[in-house]
């Protein structure tokens, strides 16, 4: 089994910073894509960015040149550092991972779900 924990959410003023984690632990024989979605109440789940094992990026429009998502493959873990927020980045936010087990058989897996509140 693998659990994805997230931390880092919370509530900022419009312009501000804040850095979301998403740790992955289980019986993981190796990570390949992770990504960050967040779904706003009342709209769909939308990709935010992802980033593959060997660090390619990629970023919704919306959210590029402000939004930096990096790994630490070493400790299993994603990042998205999240810079210039705007009260539309309000939404929950959920990590993503597919992840190859010991048996080599790939899943996606989620996190529970971080608030990010932006307020203006």
């Known amino acids: 089994q693998v659990q994805l924990v997230e931390s880092g959410g919370g509530l900022v003023q419009a312009g501000g910073s804040l850095r979301l984690s998403c740790a992955a632990s289980g019986t993981i024989f190796s990570i390949n894509g992770m990504g960050w979605y967040r779904q706003a109440p009342g709209k769909q789940r939308e990709l935010v960015a992802g980033?593959?094992?060997?660090?390619?990026?990629n970023y919704a429009d919306s959210v590029k040149g402000r939004f930096t998502i990096s790994r630490d493959n070493a400790k299993n873990t994603v990042y998205l550092q999240m810079n210039s927020l705007k009260p539309e980045d309000t939404a929950v936010y959920y990590c993503?991972?597919?992840?190859?087990?010991?048996?080599?058989?790939?899943?996606?897996?989620w996190g529970q779900g971080t608030q990010v509140t932006v307020f203006s």
């Open positions: 993503n991972a597919e992840v190859t087990g010991l048996v080599r058989r790939t899943y996606d897996y």
């Open positions: 980033i593959t094992s060997g660090g390619s990026t």
